[in-house]
């Protein structure tokens, strides 16, 4: 028999009798804690307008975000909460800050466009500062004047166009591809192999679909190392090896989640392999690596870090004759995790 834990049962059969003395944050992070264990089966605060008000009560701009994030994951906000949500995220346009403004960005609460305005106009500041940067320099300096990891799925989107990198229509047959065969891997993963990991976090997958080529390898070699496809998951699963040999793509530590390693990141390995695929292949230096044609397709299931952006720059910059397309996936709410 499973036991639901004494918060689930609280949170999720009586939440009208306890928000009353819950603050804000408290909702808030109670909201979050069940959208990442994809625990709760429905909105927790989406039965009236005055639950959702409190959520949103607080003069922290980042619990709104927080809730508003939660909500949206665990179901899909209801017309209250979502009115709620954007009558005190339109007064505090003004106090967000990159993150929790492209999150609120991403719930796309109605009425609400003067956020994206903002965040647009934020990523365009953004984006002509970096490229006045060393892509390669590893510096993270910039990252740390601006307080921001990720810039959502609408921000990031936006910041790689301003890097010349394309985006595949979510309706094309890749975008379809690379869902069903993240859905595969996902269902793949036995109980057994899940309770070996002791810190079992949402997953992050990246699918890639590669067609290259070098007037300078033989028909053979090209086709087997520079034409497929591949999936990538976040974090070092302790299967195979890790990608990077080559080291021509570096990482960047990031200003709010400083200790996470970004060369664990899907993305970031995904890129790497390709490197070293070029390199086994025999293309080898800066002149050799300019005469590489062709295109690669990457679809994750979700906002790429800045380290990935800045990896999917430095890819660009490093093959500058090949087309990369990106596509950040919507989250796929209460499954699998991805």
């Excluded at 309706?171 to 036995?190: H, I, N, P, W």
């Excluded at 890819?315 to 995790?337: A, D, I, N, Y």
Aim: glycine share 8%.
């Amino acid at each position: 028999m499973t036991h639901e834990p004494a918060v689930g049962r609280i949170w999720v059969h009586r939440p009208t009798g306890l928000l009353g003395s819950f603050t804000s944050r408290e909702c808030a992070g109670l909201a979050w804690a069940f959208a990442t264990l994809k625990r709760c089966g429905r909105p927790p605060l989406g039965a009236t307008p005055a639950q959702a008000i409190m959520l949103t009560s607080t003069p922290e701009p980042l619990d709104p975000a927080n809730g508003a994030w939660a909500l949206d994951t665990v179901k899909p906000l209801g017309e209250a909460v979502c009115g709620a949500l954007a009558s005190v995220a339109l007064n505090k346009t003004h106090s967000f800050e990159n993150q929790p403004l492209a999150t609120l960005v991403d719930v796309n609460l109605p009425g609400c466009e003067l956020l994206k305005d903002r965040l647009r106009a934020n990523i365009c500041t953004f984006a002509a500062q970096w490229l006045q940067q060393d892509a390669f320099s590893g510096s993270n300096a910039l990252l740390l004047d601006w307080q921001v990891d990720n810039f959502g799925l609408f921000g990031t989107s936006l910041l790689l166009s301003k890097f010349g990198v394309l985006q595949p229509s979510p309706e094309t047959d890749f975008a379809r591809r690379a869902s069903q065969r993240v859905a595969s891997e996902e269902s793949g993963r036995t109980d057994d192999w899940r309770r070996q990991r002791f810190f079992f976090k949402e997953r992050v997958y990246c699918f890639v679909e590669f067609a290259l080529d070098h007037p300078g390898l033989k028909p053979e070699v090209g086709n087997l190392l520079l034409e497929g496809s591949m999936v990538k998951e976040n974090s070092f699963l302790g299967e195979g090896s890790r990608a990077g040999r080559t080291g021509l793509i570096r990482s960047l530590v990031l200003p709010i989640n400083e200790l996470v390693d970004r060369t664990l990141c899907a993305e970031f390995q995904a890129l790497s392999e390709l490197c070293d695929r070029l390199d086994s292949a025999g293309v080898k230096g800066i002149a050799s690596r300019r005469f590489v044609t062709g295109t690669v397709r990457l679809w994750t299931s979700g906002a790429s870090c800045l380290s990935c952006v800045g990896a999917m720059r430095q890819f660009s910059l490093l093959f500058p004759t090949t087309s990369l397309q990106v596509l950040c996936s919507e989250r796929l709410r209460g499954g699998s995790g991805v």
